[in-house]
């Protein structure tokens, strides 16, 4: 069975996320540091080896993931006039950071259902 305290974290972290949709672009970074967050704080209640090792390897994965997605952006937005470049890169950028949150979140989500965590 998992721990309430986990399963009040990917509650919590989903909250966040819903609050996302509909703030403004320059808004939305600190609500996905704190989703983030309460995900990477969920971690220090987890005891069952297997199950770290899950986690540090799907966000690993996840990360790299995100980075390659990241440089491919970066590849998009090279030839475009810096001010719209500024605009365009953020709107990516929030893309990409909903994209990693919400791959966390269903991944924590799965996590609790197979393991006792």
Do not use: C
Request: no cysteine; proline share 3%; charged share 30%.
């Amino acid at each position: 069975m998992t721990s309430k305290i986990i399963n009040d974290g990917i509650i919590e972290a989903s909250n966040y996320l819903n609050e996302v949709e509909g703030l403004p672009l320059e808004q939305r970074k600190p609500v996905f540091d704190l989703a983030d967050g309460v995900l990477v704080n969920i971690k220090a209640f987890v005891s069952n080896p297997e199950a770290w090792k899950k986690i540090n390897d799907y966000e690993e994965r996840t990360h790299k993931e995100f980075t390659r997605r990241l440089n491919d952006t970066r590849g998009k937005l090279k030839d475009m006039d810096p001010l719209i470049q500024w605009q365009s890169g953020m709107g990516y950028m929030m893309e990409l950071r909903l994209w990693k949150t919400r791959e966390m979140i269903a991944f924590w989500d799965k996590l609790s259902k197979e393991h006792d965590l």
